[in-house]
């Protein structure tokens, strides 16, 4: 008799236990040759069929294509975020998922209609529509299927201590999905029927959709803002070292800025409640969101920072930003208010900072000359401005340095005028105690006007001293590897921010209309959150030795009493 060594190893990790030395699918092992994610779906996909049976001719189809990452969870392995899988092997979206926002998107009549309805006594009608769900047109979705998860938000903005390490889960690749109706009813309104699903499609569909995941290109009726943005900076590495641009990015800069906003002006049980209602939460029972989120990118590159073991994948992209309601408001009226609180909330994050990793500082391939790809040295920072004609005359607040402190003061009112409408007192005097809450005894902006990228001042601060020693006249003046600045793994109290300085000047076209005019110049802002270090005291009391001096940095907000 063939005795089998070690017969458990042989079994395929789809059908072995989630459990510790079984298989984890979620879990991430640090310097491990293999992920048991990685293995799991290099067998799925070795075992599946190459191509699907086309519908049968009474099943109506169409086929949409998505910005992003498509996640469902099948819920048949515990603690695992995995695609439900179907015929062949093939990942599917649920038809049974499918009719639930079909009929979320409908009137009480045509709900009754397509899907059905209850009858007295007990009965139930069927509706005149069967949804045979959504499957992958080709291949394509074999690729890029695992996808890590980092929790940030208590490490970025409340106490920078992390909560956990990152996690795993399968998801599909910007795939394209064909939707299959079928009717029962030869005078079927399918012109109608395709645009009621066009209609729950632009809510997004699978999990985290506010996150960016299961966005359509298309999106109808739901749009809260839209703004042309483009940048790069240093993408998210996978598992197998290749780079990723991930669009959910964008949701974490605002959540982590209203989070900050909020806490400045009430405390932080109330802020964090004010944030879960707009972004959705899973404390306690969870709670979806009012603010969904989506970006279809027109361009994207992908490339390499950097040599040996500093090596970096790097991303340059343009596209457009959506900010969707994906809950229902309370009152029908507060709906104004909450897209000027977005806007608001985008344009801060425009202005001060970027996205992303490394989001803190500028980039320094661009305004640090001695940065260069051939060298072994980390990439540090990233680089967003507006594009477009509209997002360059509607987004861009600040046009000179006196309108900094200005915009600040908007922010902070668009988010108290939320907060009442809300039935919430603003009150700054309980703000919240975290390491970035937005109030004026916590955070100082300071700026100048650069006249070019070579131009930037504080970029040589971060890595050597702002001010030099001079025997016996001052001490030598440095933030570099300080609680300012920061350190591998520990988050800093200082962002750099290089924003583009777009004038608007006058059309020859037409005189009376201006438009947008891009400059060389730079606005250099400084956001710093003091602490009691000496290294921050003395930092502070040199920036504001140095306001009337030529290069000198001003303070923007909260404004120095006169």
Same mark, same amino acid.
């Given at each position: ?12 990790? !789809?059908?072995?236990?989630? /459990? ?41 189809? $169409?086929?949409?294509? *998505? ?90 903005? &409340? ?18 999905? &064909? ?16 645009? /009621? ?39 998210? &590495?996978?598992? @197998? ?25 009430t405390n932080a049980d109330m802020a964090d409640q004010i944030v879960n209602h707009l972004f ?7 709670? /979806? ?7 279809? @990118?027109?361009?994207?590159? !992908?490339? !390499? ?24 408001? =309370? ?6 208010? +909450?897209?000027?609180?977005?806007a608001d909330l985008t344009r801060f994050a425009m202005l001060l900072g970027g996205f992303g ?7 320094? $391939? ?19 401005? %507006? ?5 360059? !005359? ?6 000179? +340095? ?43 902006? %300071?700026?100048?006007? =650069? ?39 520990? /988050? ?10 777009? $004038?608007?000047?006058? @059309? ?19 956001? *710093? ?21 030529? &290069? ?11």
């Amino acid at each position: 008799m063939t005795v089998i060594p070690d017969p458990a190893k042989k079994v395929p990790m !789809m059908f072995r236990a989630q /459990i510790n030395g079984r298989c984890q699918i979620q879990r991430l092992v640090p310097g491990a040759p293999e992920q048991d994610a990685t293995r799991w779906a290099d067998e799925w996909v070795d075992k599946a069929y190459p191509n699907l049976p086309e519908p049968s001719a009474e099943v109506q189809t $169409r086929t949409y294509v *998505l910005t992003w990452r498509f996640i469902t969870n099948s819920g048949q392995d515990d603690g695992v975020i995995r695609p439900a899988i179907g015929a062949r092997g093939w990942p599917f979206y649920p038809g049974s998922s499918m009719k639930g926002i079909f009929r979320r998107a409908c009137t009480k009549e045509q709900a009754e209609l397509y899907c059905g309805k209850s009858l007295p006594g007990g009965d139930w009608q069927p509706g005149i529509l069967r949804f045979h769900g959504g499957y992958p047109t080709d291949t394509a979705w074999t690729e890029n299927l695992v996808d890590i998860v980092h929790p940030q938000q208590n490490w970025q903005v &409340k106490t920078g201590n992390k909560d956990s390490g990152a996690f795993i889960q399968i998801s599909l690749y910007k795939p394209e999905l &064909k939707f299959g109706i079928s009717s029962n009813n030869k005078d079927a309104d399918w012109q109608t029927i395709w645009s /009621i699903w066009e209609k729950a499609l632009s809510t997004g569909i699978g999990c985290r959709v506010s996150a960016g995941y299961g966005q359509p290109q298309q999106h109808t009726g739901n749009i809260l803002y839209r703004g042309q943005i483009k940048g790069q900076g240093q993408a998210a &590495k996978l598992i @197998d070292g290749t780079g990723e641009f991930r669009v959910n990015v964008f949701r974490a800069a605002l959540r982590g800025h209203a989070l900050r906003i909020f806490g400045g002006l009430t405390n932080a049980d109330m802020a964090d409640q004010i944030v879960n209602h707009l972004f959705g939460s899973v404390q306690g029972k969870g709670n /979806i969101g009012l603010l969904g989120m989506s970006f279809r @990118d027109s361009n994207l590159e !992908m490339g !390499m920072f950097g040599r040996g073991s500093y090596a970096q994948p790097t991303y340059d992209i343009e596209g457009e930003l959506f900010w969707l309601l994906a809950g229902k408001l =309370a009152n029908p009226q507060h709906e104004e208010a +909450l897209k000027k609180l977005v806007a608001d909330l985008t344009r801060f994050a425009m202005l001060l900072g970027g996205f992303g990793k490394s989001w803190r500082r500028a980039d320094h $391939r661009l305004f640090y000359e001695e940065y260069s790809d051939n060298d072994y040295k980390p990439l540090i920072g990233c680089h967003w401005q %507006w594009s477009g004609e509209r997002s360059l !005359m509607r987004d861009v607040q600040v046009r000179k +340095l006196e309108q900094v402190g200005e915009f600040l003061d908007k922010v902070q009112q668009t988010a108290q005028e939320w907060m009442q409408l809300q039935g919430i007192i603003p009150n700054p005097q309980e703000k919240a105690p975290w390491r970035e809450a937005w109030h004026p005894n916590t955070v100082q902006v %300071w700026g100048r006007q =650069a006249s070019e990228k070579e131009d930037s001042e504080a970029i040589f601060w971060l890595h050597g001293p702002y001010q030099e020693a001079i025997s016996r006249v001052q001490p030598e003046g440095s933030i570099y590897r300080s609680s300012i600045t920061g350190q591998m793994g520990r /988050i800093g109290r200082l962002w750099h921010r290089m924003y583009p300085l777009v $004038r608007l000047v006058k @059309d020859p076209k037409n005189p009376s209309k201006p438009i947008p005019k891009s400059t060389p110049g730079y606005l250099e802002l400084l956001t *710093l959150f003091p602490d009691d270090s000496p290294e921050s005291t003395q930092f502070v009391d040199f920036l504001d030795s140095q306001q009337n001096r030529p &290069k000198g940095f001003q303070q923007l907000w909260p404004q120095s009493p006169s």
